[in-house]
């Protein structure tokens, strides 16, 4: 007998579909000082880059590709590309755009995006980051 199979091991615990919110959220599962680095601060968007393999990531504890804890933070330049959108919110009147972006460093977020209307924020759009009403509440525009 020969089992052939191949397990593609450093996904780690995902959940979904494993991309990241860009939202400010305490996970339960992220307790006593776990919560990893990446985010907004002061307006710029920060990733993880493993030291190791090169692999951007955000907001992870691991390096989804060789299981590395040795993170470097960079600084994003904050454009992307549209790789997933939904529209939510359509029941209760104020719908909005939220997507996966493709981030031009390599990472992938989940992330709202401001459009006008709406359509317009569509798989393969540039978009750059941006503010939501909300402090620290990202939300992308598109790029024109
Ligand atoms: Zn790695």
């Known amino acids: 007998m020969s089992h052939t ?4 091991a450093g996904n780690g615990p995902l959940a979904g579909d494993g991309v990241p919110t860009a939202a400010p959220r305490i996970d339960p599962d992220q307790r006593g000082g776990l919560i990893p680095a990446g985010g907004i601060r002061d307006g710029v968007l920060y990733f993880q880059r493993c030291r ?3 692999t951007a990531t955000f907001r992870r504890l ?4 060789c299981g590395s804890t040795d993170m470097a933070e960079e600084r994003s330049d904050g454009t992307g590309v549209i790789h997933h959108v939904t529209v939510v919110g359509r029941s209760a009147g104020r719908p909005r755009a939220m997507a996966i972006i493709d981030m031009r460093e390599g990472f992938r977020i989940r992330a709202r995006v401001s459009a006008v209307p709406l359509a317009r924020a569509c798989v393969g759009a540039q978009v750059r980051l941006g503010f939501g009403p909300q402090p620290q509440e990202i939300a992308f525009q598109l790029c024109d």
């Open 5 to 8: 199979v191949i397990e593609t």
């Open 52 to 54: 190791w393999c090169h």
């Open 62 to 65: 691991l390096c989804p590709v």
